[in-house]
């Protein structure tokens, strides 16, 4: 009995010791880390709860441990050597995994929860991503949606987006997942109003004496490169009003200003209400996918994985892609 209590207590005292040195190399990893992205150590002892002594003795370990300088303590706010860039990237990574692979278990066993960040168009956000929070929240009451309305690309792993919705047809970053969401034509359209007093363009080239109403951020807005058929046309023109909003070029049209362009996501409740009406219909400029940009990672976060199923399930029963594509 006294052997056995002897082996209970060194297999305790073995298992301590490898458990605590298990999570000094993960402390010396998030210090590491978090010493990298504040910029000095007293504060990140501060965040991570460590005195500065122990915060000083692991970082040291740690590269004792790995044999090389990670951090350049010369001058007042710490600097990474090369090597320290390259471990800080696997370390955030990894870091990171551990990180989402807890949050996946927790959030299965309970409702998913955290701030959902997602930015898009000003326009998109206005119809296809603000009227959906009312019942997304009310199914997912924990989940916090934060909204940024930008029609300009921001990176999404810096920004720390969760979900991006662009018509980017790719992704330079290969950390990026794209997933397709719709697609949409793009087509011509104006005013009753305006019709009626600058009269309807019959051919493509009754354009070049109609006010062009275009959004900037558009490829080569200024050239419109059509197709009926087998027959293609490319046609130069020079508007009257450019803008970095669909939204500004959706009420100057209303406002019988001139023929927009646009994609039929935007406009599609004015066309179906005659508020707009189609010119030139029979010919196609080139369409647009609207895809959803996410980080790849092995654990999609919950939170994240509940708001595309929401987004898609919205697109799949109100047949937007069909209404957008006719």
Known sequence: ALKKSANEILYFIYEKITTEHRMDRLTELELFVTTAEVGTLTKAAEILGLSNAAASRHLVALEQRLNVRLIDRNTRRLA?????????????SLLGELKEAEASL??????PVGTLTITSSISFCMLHIAPLIPAFRKKYPHITVKVLG????????DSEIDLAIRTKEYEPDSNITIRRLA??????AASPGYLQRKGTPKTLDDLANHDLLLYSHAN???????????????VK????????DGQIVRAAALAHGGILVQPKYIINADLVAGRLIPVLDDWDLPRLTINMAFQ?????????????DFLLADFAEHEYERYWTR
Do not use: W
């Not at 927790?106 to 409702?111: A, C, F, H, N, T």
């Not at 930008?150 to 999404?156: A, L, V």
């Not at 697609?183 to 011509?188: F, H």
């Open 183 to 188: 697609e949409t034509r793009r087509v011509l």
């Open 296 to 308: 790849s990672r092995r654990y999609m976060p919950t939170k994240l994985r509940v708001f595309i």
């Open 106 to 111: 927790s959030e299965s066993l309970v409702q």
């Open 220 to 234: 080569q807005p200024r050239v419109m490169r059509f197709t009926k058929g087998d027959e293609e046309r490319v």
């Open 237 to 244: 023109v020079d508007p009257i009003l450019e803008t970095n």
């Open 150 to 157: 930008e029609n300009r690309y921001y990176d999404i792993i």
């Open 80 to 92: 990474l050597t090369n090597s320290g860039h390259q471990f800080y990237a696997s370390c955030k």
